[in-house]
């Protein structure tokens, strides 16, 4: 019995090893970038144009800018069609066509990144002759995103009890009168979260508008969707690769520490916004 | 029904249908550009030539068999890591923490996925590959085992929460029976909880590999990009996704070149799709298995 015990013990501890291991990766990771990061973190470095000469003169706001306009595009590409979707298959759809748009949404989240970029580039870029534009990084980006949001959103449909749809029908409310005025309410938060969890994903993501075609080096900010952009994802890449300067190193981490702090400001807000929308429900 | 609801619901349908369009439109795409290539290149000398080189002075080389190799070595190694620590956190969520540590560490895990990929790979250029240099002796840490390290740590959050949704899912009896017979906590997770998910774990699995062979940053920045045939992972490899990624900024939109890395595009589509439809099968089998 005693070798047993001490089985179970060394099994329990190689376990609880692995599942704070992980944190701890993920912890040395964050410590890493804001320790570099911080070093060149300025009010100079957040606000300045890019300067390609002198690097420790110039700021990333063209890169942070870039960025956001990109969530902005995403947002206004995936999330209408997201949500859509997400009640149509969850409210409306039945039968073969729904179980063959599941199929695909599945199939949609396994693609690899690389060949959104490559889509994006032959159809956005070149065939829509977009051209190498926030429209068609956001456009790309937005395809990558969809089955993201539209998972989330039928999350959040199926946590909405059927018996607020039957009581929307008895009261003779239509089909879509009852998915606004029942359900929707009532699953927004759900589809709020997990819409900004996606779309922060996919401000992070580098290998599309690799391909599509961020730009290094601008000294302006992008005027409409159809300018040219940088974006901090990218722009850290390049740094860390292929810059000759000594000091790429420590402006690619501090370039990194700003998207890092982005993205967990939006994963945060919405833990946050989810643990009070939890509180709120009744049922 | 009224007109504005008629509308409405045509939007709602178009939605619905547009996962379809955009997987269809990838797929004839990729297809359509990628096909092409095979004018000029045999679909034996691209699918088992070892040398890739478009650009050689005299005959161009186009086989991609060292590109694919460089993506199974990476996944492989990849897998070696994430399969066992993410198994064993999801384990450790699931039946031994308790539930203040599991408060935190689920979404800590969760949140390894939300670090882009470009960060890791920062981390890993400067960090880790001089320390796998120093570890093995190498002249270069930027390597296929530094990739493989990085791919791991991003595949097992993917691996984990699956992981932990399956075994958290069984039924309880099955602990309990399992108590109550006198098998201690190990012995229940090991010969009845494990084996009771293992097509749900063997889901998570594929989903993991399917992240792993399509991670193009990190891979691109740490894996070390040489073209030649990699013989161990201690060589620099060139994964499909780095190359993609190296020269479709260099080609000329409608030259062969191009067309061929839009052939190893659709090997990628066509491999996660394939990857996809066997982790559906398995998560099936574990639904009709348990009620999961």
New interface residues.
């Given amino acids: 019995m005693v070798g047993v015990h001490r089985a179970e013990q060394a099994a329990f501890l190689l376990c609880r090893a692995a599942a704070w291991g992980a944190l701890a990766a993920l912890a040395l990771v964050v410590m890493v970038v804001f320790l570099e990061g911080a070093q060149v973190l300025s009010v100079g470095f957040l606000t300045r144009m890019w300067s390609h000469r002198d690097i420790s003169q110039g700021g990333i706001l063209p890169a942070i800018v870039g960025t956001l306009f990109l969530g902005i595009g995403v947002t206004l590409v995936s999330i209408p069609l997201g949500v859509g979707s997400a009640i149509y298959l969850q409210e409306y759809g039945k039968g073969h066509f729904a179980r063959a748009v599941t199929l695909a949404i599945r199939n949609l989240a396994g693609v690899p990144s690389i060949v959104y970029g490559i889509f994006g580039l032959a159809f956005f870029v070149q065939l829509l002759r977009l051209g190498t534009t926030i429209a068609a990084a956001a456009l790309t980006l937005g395809c990558m995103t969809l089955p993201w949001i539209i998972a989330a959103g039928q999350e959040a449909l199926k946590t909405v009890p059927d018996s607020f749809r039957e009581a929307s029908y008895a009261l003779g409310a239509t089909r879509w009168q009852t998915v606004r005025g029942a359900v929707l309410p009532n699953a927004f938060g759900g589809m709020l979260t997990g819409s900004i969890l996606g779309i922060s994903r996919a401000m992070g993501e580098t290998a599309p508008i690799l391909m599509v075609g961020a730009t290094f080096y601008m000294d302006y900010l992008p005027a409409s969707p159809f300018d040219k952009f940088m974006a901090l994802p990218y722009h850290l890449f390049i740094l860390a690769t292929q810059h000759a300067s000594p000091l790429a190193k420590s402006y690619a981490m501090g370039t990194a520490m700003v998207l890092i702090l982005l993205v967990f400001a939006l994963n945060t807000g919405m833990f946050l916004l989810r643990a009070k929308l939890r509180r709120m429900k009744t049922w | 029904?009224s007109v504005k609801?008629k509308a409405?619901?045509g939007?709602?349908?178009?939605?619905?249908?547009?996962?379809?369009v955009?997987?269809l439109?990838?797929f004839l795409?990729?297809a359509a550009?990628g096909l092409k290539a095979f004018s000029a290149i045999t679909p034996i000398e691209f699918l088992l030539g070892t040398e890739w080189n478009p650009t050689a002075y005299g005959t161009p080389r186009w086989g991609i068999a060292g590109l694919m190799m460089g993506t199974l070595m990476v996944t492989a190694g990849a897998l070696l890591v994430a399969l066992?620590?993410?198994i064993?956190?999801a384990?450790?969520?699931a039946e031994?923490?308790k539930p203040r540590a599991r408060e935190?560490?689920k979404?800590?895990?969760e949140?390894?996925a939300?670090?882009?990929?470009?960060?890791?790979?920062?981390?890993a250029?400067?960090?880790l590959s001089p320390l796998v240099a120093r570890v093995f002796g190498l002249t270069s840490g930027l390597n296929g085992i530094t990739a493989a390290l990085v791919v791991g740590?991003m595949a097992?959050?993917t691996v984990?929460s699956i992981s932990e949704d399956v075994l958290t899912a069984l039924p309880g009896d099955f602990r309990e029976a399992s108590l109550a017979l006198g098998a201690?906590?190990?012995?229940t997770?090991?010969m009845v909880l494990l084996p009771a998910a293992r097509s749900g774990i063997l889901a998570a699995a594929m989903?993991a590999m399917?992240r792993a062979?399509?991670?193009?940053?990190a891979v691109?920045?740490v894996a070390g990009n040489a073209r030649a045939f990699p013989l161990s992972l201690f060589d620099p490899v060139r994964p499909m996704?780095a190359n993609?990624?190296i020269e479709?900024?260099e080609v000329v939109?409608g030259s062969l070149h191009f067309h061929a890395?839009?052939a190893i595009?659709l090997v990628?589509?066509l491999f996660?799709?394939l990857?996809?439809a066997l982790a559906?099968a398995a998560i099936e089998r574990q639904r009709g298995r348990h009620r999961w």
């Fill in positions: 029904m609801e409405i619901e939007f709602l349908f178009g939605a619905g249908i547009s996962s379809v955009i997987l439109g990838i795409l990729l550009t066992p620590a993410g064993a956190a384990v450790y969520l031994i923490a935190l560490l979404p800590a895990v949140m390894i939300g670090v882009p990929s470009v960060v890791l790979g920062l981390v250029i400067f960090f740590l097992l959050p984990a201690t906590r190990w012995q997770i090991r989903l399917g062979v399509g991670e193009t940053m691109l920045m996704t993609i990624a479709i900024k939109q890395l839009f595009g990628l589509f996660t799709l990857v996809n559906d």
